[in-house]
């Protein structure tokens, strides 16, 4: 049984860098690649980019670029998402999901971004 | 970058109605083309995936067609617990992207 289990809330001052981690389990964690999609309060789901642990390749959206870093250790099943320069439009619910296509999703990390 | 464009924003429907959602590319993504289901404070539900793959669990009443830049979710006949948020997400292309979704409403 696939799992991703995330870490938890995070609240951060405008300017500073958040770090989520999401734990993977069951299946074979190199064979696949890893997403990251953010829900901010009132907007849509967003792509904010992917990895292939295997390759190590990654991509990010152009509005991404430069301020978001998305790594994957393949001793521990772990992909993390760091975002950097924070603004209070970042607060959102960030999720981490396995693919594409994403069928397994971790819970979910609230990061919200306030002075 | 491919821009996904869903039509429409939102549509106020009827349990039991047949219902037609769309999703445009900006250039084509052959069917490497997913569908979500979204409920508030849950994580995001495949419904569809390869334009027309219906993902494992996912009741017949739900059916993807399309490909190249012009897809379609078809609902059946609505069910009280389809009312929710749909997206559609290319991935042929990194990177991925999402259309802003549709929010079908009673």
């Known amino acids: 049984q696939v799992q991703l289990v995330q870490s938890g809330a995070e609240v951060k001052k405008p300017g500073s860098s958040v770090k989520v981690s999401c734990k993977t389990s069951?299946?074979?964690?190199?064979?696949?690649?890893f997403s990251w999609v953010r829900q901010a309060p009132g907007q849509g789901l967003e792509w904010m980019g992917g990895?292939?642990?295997?390759?190590?390749?990654?991509s990010y959206p152009q509005k991404f670029q430069g301020r978001v870093a998305i790594t994957a250790d393949e001793s521990t099943g772990t992909v993390y998402m760091e975002l950097t320069s924070l603004k209070s439009e970042d607060t959102a619910i960030y999720y981490c999901?396995?693919?594409?296509?994403?069928?397994?999703w971790g819970q979910g990390t609230l990061v919200t971004v306030s002075s | 970058e491919v821009v996904m464009t869903q039509s429409p924003d939102t549509l106020s429907v009827s349990p039991g109605d047949r219902v037609t959602l769309s999703c445009r590319a900006s250039?084509?993504?052959?069917?490497?083309l997913a569908w979500y289901q979204h409920n508030p404070g849950q994580a995001p539900r495949l419904l569809i995936h390869?334009?027309?793959t219906r993902a494992i669990g996912i009741p017949a009443r739900f059916s993807g067609s399309g490909s190249g830049t012009e897809f379609t979710l078809t609902i059946s006949s609505l069910q009280s617990e389809d009312f929710a948020v749909y997206y559609c997400?290319?991935?042929?292309?990194?990177?991925?992207?999402f259309g802003q979704g549709t929010t079908l409403e009673i």
């Open positions: 390869s334009a027309s």
């Open positions: 069951g299946g074979t964690f190199s064979s696949y690649a």
């Open positions: 999901a396995r693919g594409p296509p994403l069928y397994y």
């Open positions: 990895i292939i642990p295997i390759s190590g390749s990654t």
């Open positions: 997400q290319q991935y042929n292309k990194w990177p991925d992207s």
């Open positions: 250039q084509s993504v052959s069917s490497d």
